[in-house]
């Protein structure tokens, strides 16, 4: 009897898809285009904070979006009609997560012609997203205050993926049991080098200073 051969499928896949994902961010970079990839899990205000930052970073940038959902375009109507930024929804027909081919294709669809700050909304989960590079120039991964400060121990991939974290809702901190401090050593845990910021998009507290921050992240690509 033959033996089973065992092919590892995954490795494949992750390292193909990480080499097509760097060939994405040196064109991006070649043509002076930040690309920000915002992960985090359902619920936890990712559009509310784009849109904040959006309406900080205009002035500065010309800005399109991408937002990915299994279905319905909701986010996206909501990002153009808040802010007035090119924006374009995608549908991913289930997957829980973008790949970098599938973000080159949104890309094309967004058409970056006259972009220099790209947002790409990716689908609402801690796990898959984390595991494809989609060619990004930077990861903002966002935590809000009622999931609970244990959530870098149990995502451990995420938030060691993350180039800055935005810890979010931070208007409703007393009223949950979440601990700024143990927030901040369970991210450091995973990546020790990754910027925090306590921001509520509501208030507008740390808004300013995540704004500023992206923007000198971005202002190295597209001022090169």
């Known amino acids: 009897m033959e033996r089973v ?16 994902a760097q060939s994405i961010r040196d064109e991006l970079k070649r043509r002076g285009v930040f690309f920000l990839n915002v992960m985090s ?3 936890s205000g990712k559009t509310t ?9 205009k002035k500065d940038f010309k800005i399109g979006v991408i937002e ?11 990002v153009s009609d808040v802010t007035g930024v090119k924006t374009v929804q995608i549908h991913t027909m289930g997957a829980c997560h973008l790949t970098c081919q599938m973000a080159y294709e949104s890309l094309e669809a967004l ?6 700050f790209v947002i790409l909304e990716n689908i609402g989960n801690l796990v898959c997203p984390a595991e494809f590079d989609t060619g990004a120039s ?5 935590l809000s205050v009622p999931e609970g400060d244990d959530k870098p121990i149990k995502y451990p991939l995420m938030f060691e993926v ?3 974290v935005a810890v979010t809702k931070k208007d409703v901190l007393p009223a949950f049991d979440f601990s700024i401090d143990k927030a901040e050593t369970n991210i450091n ?7 925090v910021f306590f921001v509520s998009a509501v208030s507008g507290e740390g808004v300013d200073e995540l704004a500023e921050y992206l923007k000198s992240k971005a202002m190295k690509i597209t001022e090169a």
């Open 5 to 20: 051969k065992v092919v590892e499928i995954k490795e494949d896949i992750t390292s193909r898809n990480n080499a097509q």
């Open 41 to 43: 899990s359902p619920g």
């Open 49 to 57: 904070l784009i849109v904040s930052l959006i309406n900080r970073l």
């Open 68 to 78: 990915a959902d299994i279905d319905s375009a909701v986010d996206a109507q909501t």
């Open 111 to 116: 058409g970056i012609d006259g972009l220099d």
């Open 138 to 142: 930077a990861n903002l991964v966002i």
């Open 162 to 164: 993350a180039d800055v």
């Open 189 to 195: 845990m995973r990546n020790k080098n990754t910027p």
